[in-house]
């Protein structure tokens, strides 16, 4: 069965205390693997996509990378404006071709 | 600004009371697409739309009509709503099909059936 699971599911951190979030995943065939933020109160916003393994994309504090079997979402010196839950989504290949979110990390930065 | 467009924020109905949730997209993208965000589930796809007069279920199309009859719009329809479609919902619009670029959200839509 497809599946998408994200680690942990919440996380406080202090101001530049580097940290990672997990996203783990099973699906048959991945044709990409995508991470958005989403506040509180708002929709989800797009941040990476990546499509094959050993692939790295960055923007300002964040750096997601990719392996056959998960992705990490690395937070470097975050500041309190980071704060916010990151949803990992994995699009699925072959039959299914199912776009699967996982359920969130719930990341609250302390100044 | 490039936007997507959900009406109403907020709604609360009653059980049976057929309901219509607007949304629209002024990038003309052609694939759009419903979610709903449930504590503990994450996003589901509820349907999908390719292009106009084209769509498709997602993940969890019972107890919801579609239809998009124009490029910009794609209105969600609770026919005759149930409590357990309580639920945020959100619509979603990007120029790639799905899987192959990024998505763009409204701002969502918080539906309270009783």
């Known amino acids: 069965e497809d599946q998408v699971t994200q680690s942990p599911e919440a996380l406080r951190l202090q101001e530049g205390e580097s940290s990672s979030l997990n996203c783990s995943y099973t699906v048959s065939g991945l044709r990409g693997l995508f991470w958005y933020r989403q506040d509180p109160g708002k929709g989800p916003e797009f941040l990476f996509t990546l499509y094959s393994a050993g692939e790295e994309k960055e923007k300002e504090r964040l750096k997601a990378t990719l392996t056959k079997k998960e992705s990490f979402l690395h937070i470097t010196a975050p500041k309190p404006e980071d704060s916010a839950t990151y949803l990992c989504?994995?699009?699925?290949?072959?039959?299914?071709?199912?776009?699967?979110f996982g359920t969130g990390t719930l990341l609250a930065v302390q100044p | 600004e490039a936007q997507v467009t959900q009406n109403p924020r907020y709604l609360i109905t009653v059980t049976g009371k057929k309901l219509t949730v607007t949304c629209s997209q002024n990038m003309n993208h052609e694939y759009m697409s419903w979610y709903r965000q449930d504590p503990g589930l994450g996003l589901r796809q509820i349907y999908y739309s390719m292009n106009v007069e084209v769509t498709d279920k997602g993940d969890v199309p019972e107890g919801y009509k579609v239809s998009r009859k124009e490029k910009r719009n794609f209105p969600l329809i609770l026919e005759s709503p149930s409590p357990n479609q309580t639920s945020l919902y959100f619509c979603?619009?990007?120029?790639?099909?799905?899987?192959?670029?990024?998505?763009?959200f409204g701002p969502g839509t918080r539906l309270t059936v009783t």
């Open positions: 989504a994995v699009q699925a290949g072959g039959a299914t071709n199912k776009l699967i």
């Open positions: 979603a619009s990007s120029l790639l099909p799905q899987g192959r670029g990024e998505q763009y």
